[in-house]
T-cell receptor, first 114, second 114 residues
Framework: DAKTTQPPSMDCAEGRAANLPCNHS???????VYWYRQIHSQGPQYIIH???NNETNEMASLIITEDRKSSTLILPHATLRDTAVYYC???????????????FGTGTRLQVTL | EPEVTQTPSHQVTQMGQEVILRCVPI?????FYWYRQILGQKVEFLVS????????KSEIFDDQFSVERPDGSNFTLKIRSTKLEDSAMYFC????????????FGPGTRLTVL
C-alpha cells in the first residue's frame, strides 16, 4: 500500500469547513483513498473512500487531484463532535474473498473550537 | 443502523491470567478483524479471519493469541497468559463480502493487565 503524509494537527472553528489534506504521491492506479476517524479512544469510524472521482456522502466530501497524488477530506460545517484524529489510508481494494487489513498511520488531529 | 458490539468494555486482569474478549460483528458480514491500540500509539492490526480460518496475522499475534468464531454471531480473541504489555484497547471490526474495504469497528475493550 502507498505511503501517506498528513499534517499532525489542525484547528478549525465550529461551523466552518475543515479541509484535511493527505499526500500520497506513490499511489498506484488500482489503489483507493480511504478516510477513517477516531474520536477520543473509540473505534475508528469509516468516513468515505474514492478512486479518482470526487465523492460525497452525508459525512464529508473527498476531493482527489487529477494526478491522484493528493486528496482533501472536507467536513463542510465542522462541529465540536468532529474533533478527532483523521486517518488517510491508501490501499488496493480487496478482491472478494480477501480479508485485507487496514494500516493506520498517526493521522491528523483535528481540533474544532468555538 | 447495524453496528459491531464488544464486551466487556473494560477488563482488568492479573498478569499470567487468560482473558477472552468478545465481539458480535454485523450480522451479514463475512470478514472479521482484531486490532489493538496501546495508549498514545497507532492502531495496529492483529489478525483477520474469513471462512472460519485466519487469513492473515501480524507479528504481534503470537502463540499466546487465538481467535474463534464459536457460533454464527460471536467472534472472540483469547490471550492465554497476559503480559503487562498486552494492556491496550482492543477493537473488533467486520466487513461485508463486497469489493470495498470498508471495515466497521466496535467501540473497543480496554484491557488492563496488572
Amino acid at each position: 500500500d502507498a505511503k501517506t503524509t498528513q499534517p499532525p494537527s489542525m484547528d478549525c472553528a465550529e461551523g466552518r469547513a475543515a479541509n484535511l489534506p493527505c499526500n500520497h504521491s506513490t499511489i498506484s492506479g488500482n489503489e483507493y483513498v480511504y478516510w477513517y476517524r477516531q474520536i477520543h479512544s473509540q473505534g475508528p469510524q469509516y468516513i468515505i473512500h474514492g478512486l479518482k472521482n470526487n465523492e460525497t456522502n452525508e459525512m464529508a466530501s473527498l476531493i482527489i487531484t487529477e494526478d491522484r497524488k493528493s486528496s482533501t477530506l472536507i467536513l463542510p460545517h465542522a462541529t465540536l463532535r468532529d474533533t478527532a484524529v483523521y486517518y488517510c489510508i491508501v490501499r488496493v481494494a480487496g478482491l472478494t474473498g480477501t480479508a485485507s487489513k487496514l494500516t493506520f498511520g498517526t493521522g491528523t488531529r483535528l481540533q474544532v473550537t468555538l | 443502523e447495524p453496528e459491531v458490539t464488544q464486551t466487556p468494555s473494560h477488563q482488568v486482569t492479573q498478569m499470567g491470567q487468560e482473558v477472552i474478549l468478545r465481539c458480535v460483528p454485523i450480522s451479514n458480514h463475512l470478514y472479521f478483524y482484531w486490532y489493538r491500540q496501546i495508549l498514545g500509539q497507532k492502531v495496529e492490526f492483529l489478525v483477520s479471519f474469513y471462512n472460519n480460518e485466519i487469513s492473515e496475522k501480524s507479528e504481534i499475534f503470537d502463540d499466546q493469541f487465538s481467535v474463534e468464531r464459536p457460533d454464527g454471531s460471536n467472534f472472540t480473541l483469547k490471550i492465554r497468559s497476559t503480559k503487562l504489555e498486552d494492556s491496550a484497547m482492543y477493537f473488533c471490526a467486520s466487513k461485508d463480502g463486497g469489493f470495498a474495504d470498508t471495515q466497521y469497528f466496535g467501540p473497543g475493550t480496554r484491557l488492563t493487565v496488572l
